[in-house]
């Protein structure tokens, strides 16, 4: 879209509903949003405040480009859609925003007000549709009452636990005229977290003595903490008080990797060849647990049976309700980022003597616990097999990863593949995976709204077969918009984690887990971008320097060993695997 300033409004275009909203959405300090053609009046009224409109092509992968957008640019993202049908499509996404807080204000158009209950074209009760999936959910009503209802919209977004808000808008709204006297609207209320609270002093200070103090402390810290863009202050914690870090896979680069006290993403992906699996005992047998915006879920717990029972824990979180939701803990409800500042300043006034002292024998035991994992993927592994091992995909990747470089995935082996092979080298939300919900189709829209987000840095995207198919038609939009990714599909013709759950659970396995021949990167260049097929691996490393050097979306097509799995726990000791 040309973004120059069109000609200038007349005071009467000013006062409609359409210039109201992207005046508002401007004031509020949005620049992008991902929508298609509707509501067009809205659209044709952006290029008047500066605003982008990146055109997805179906509604569900434009609320997923949101998503990724928000994550990486600590902004509230907004996205569109008609009512009926495409409303629904933005069920999905906002699910997963809603599960992993995630704040996106979404517009969706409605019929005309004199239509309402009289069976209109795709009428549709939104306000029940988005009931599950959103924080606040309105139908304006009234020209005069928009400005309001917006600003509550991103306030909903963007505070407390963020998460998604809905606005409904009459499609006569947006033609309709203001009142010249309005109330006087300037907050800008579009980043997140809207508001930091900190947690009570009493509390961090009583956490503190118990970390100080403990004989085998731990943090295990989960997405909360790039929600609250607290990366750097659990850096400093972790360096300054000596406390080794794990995270969960949503949690995965709030610490640098390769620091020293880093264990990796621990969870329920810790069995043959996981890189934290020599590192069990480090959860097992800790004293003393911080969580910090963590969720303490299935996944991540590996079906809670990985954190130990007798531990003390604290739980940090801004939702009090998350706080001891399945283990009973010090509570510390506040912003991560406040609170651990605060929690690193009561550290300061202990005598941290303890920690420091035991800083070099655990050091070595996770370095020693990371060799180990090494030692078992190159040992137990032909990485110059034919199809090729998803290990030496990930492989080829890392070498070529930066600090910089935001890396995306879908769900299922994707995000498994991710969490294990590849290495966050510096503290912040540079990894992003659709853990909120775990659905497919995520990867490839992710890495476009990451790639909005952070124009400047590479992206890579990592998916399967299975995911890609989802939403194949979004490379025509990658391509249309001038939005430059690299995505690696790993064709293995089969629904993966799907198929070999079957034949763990059941011997067998049904007709839908095994796709048709399909050749991804004959579709990308059909759409425009650019296509590669890997068959041998040592084409890999060439085709991804090459792929990040272009610029152009590129696909990279690697034909991949079926039965290669990652370290599932669930899957340890599993004949039927052997196949």
Not at 226 to 235: N, Q, R, T, V, Y
């Amino acid at each position: 879209m040309n973004l120059e300033r069109p000609q200038p409004l007349s005071d009467a275009q000013r006062r409609t509903g359409a210039h109201i909203f992207a005046a508002a959405l401007r004031r509020h300090g949005v620049d992008v949003i991902f929508g298609q053609s509707i509501p067009a009046a809205l659209f044709l009224a952006i290029p008047h405040y500066g605003i982008r409109q990146i055109g997805y092509r179906a509604e569900n992968a434009g609320a997923y480009m949101a998503d990724a957008y928000a994550r990486l640019s600590h902004k509230v993202a907004v996205v569109t859609a008609q009512n009926g049908p495409a409303a629904t499509l933005l069920v999905a996404g906002l699910a997963e925003c809603y599960k992993a807080s995630v704040p996106v204000v979404a517009v969706v158009q409605d019929v005309h007000r004199k239509m309402a209950d009289k069976n209109a074209f795709q009428e549709l009760d939104h306000l029940d549709l988005f009931k599950g999936v959103a924080k606040w959910t309105r139908r304006v009503t009234e020209i005069e009452r928009l400005d309001d209802y917006i600003d509550m919209a991103f306030t909903a977004a963007a505070s407390g636990r963020p998460g998604p808000a809905i606005i409904i808008v009459p499609i006569d709204l947006f033609n309709d005229a203001a009142p010249d006297i309005q109330r006087a609207h300037a907050s800008s209320l579009g980043h997140y977290p809207l508001d930091r609270t900190v947690a009570d002093p009493a509390a961090v200070e009583e956490a503190a003595s118990l970390l100080a103090s403990a004989r085998a402390p731990l943090i295990i810290a989960g997405g909360g903490v790039h929600i609250s863009d607290a990366a750097g202050e659990l850096a400093a914690l972790q360096e300054t008080a000596s406390l080794p870090v794990a995270t969960t896979a949503m949690g995965k680069g709030a610490v640098d990797e390769g620091h020293e006290l880093s264990l990796g993403v621990v969870g329920y992906f810790m069995g043959t060849r996981g890189r934290t699996r020599h590192l069990r005992e480090m959860v097992t047998q800790a004293d003393v647990i911080l969580l910090v915006g963590n969720r303490t879920n299935q996944n991540g717990t590996d079906s809670w049976n990985l954190y130990p029972r007798d531990a003390r824990y604290i739980h940090l979180d801004i939702d009090s309700a998350e706080v001891g939701r399945n283990y009973d803990a010090l509570r510390l409800v506040g912003d991560a980022r406040l609170t651990l500042a605060a929690l690193s300043a009561a550290l300061a006034r202990r005598d941290l003597g303890t920690r420091r002292s035991a800083r070099a024998s655990v050091a070595a035991k996770i370095a020693a616990g990371h060799e180990s994992w090494l030692a078992e993927v190159n040992n137990t592994l032909d990485l110059d097999a034919r199809p090729i091992r998803p290990e030496r995909v990930m492989r080829e990747v890392d070498s070529l990863l930066t600090p910089e470089t935001v890396v995306v995935s879908d769900a299922s082996y994707s995000s498994i593949w991710v969490a294990n092979f590849l290495k966050a080298r510096a503290a912040g939300a540079r990894f992003i995976t659709p853990r909120g919900l775990a659905g497919l189709g995520w990867g490839f829209p992710y890495a476009i709204g990451a790639k909005v987000a952070r124009p400047d840095a590479p992206v890579f995207a990592l998916v399967g077969d299975g995911g890609f198919a989802h939403v194949w038609s979004e490379l025509e939009t990658a391509h249309r918009m001038g939005v430059h990714v690299v995505l690696v599909v790993l064709n293995n013709q089969i629904l993966g984690y799907e198929k070999h759950a079957e034949k763990a659970l059941f011997g067998d396995y049904s007709d839908a887990c095994d796709f048709s021949p399909v050749d991804h990167a004959a579709i990308a260049r059909a759409c425009g971008c650019e296509g590669v097929r890997v068959e041998n691996p040592p084409d890999l490393l060439p085709a991804l320097k090459e792929a990040f050097g272009r610029g152009n979306t590129t696909v990279i097509d690697v034909i991949t060993e079926q039965r290669a799995y990652p370290p599932v726990t669930a899957f340890e000791g599993q004949d039927n695997l052997d196949y």
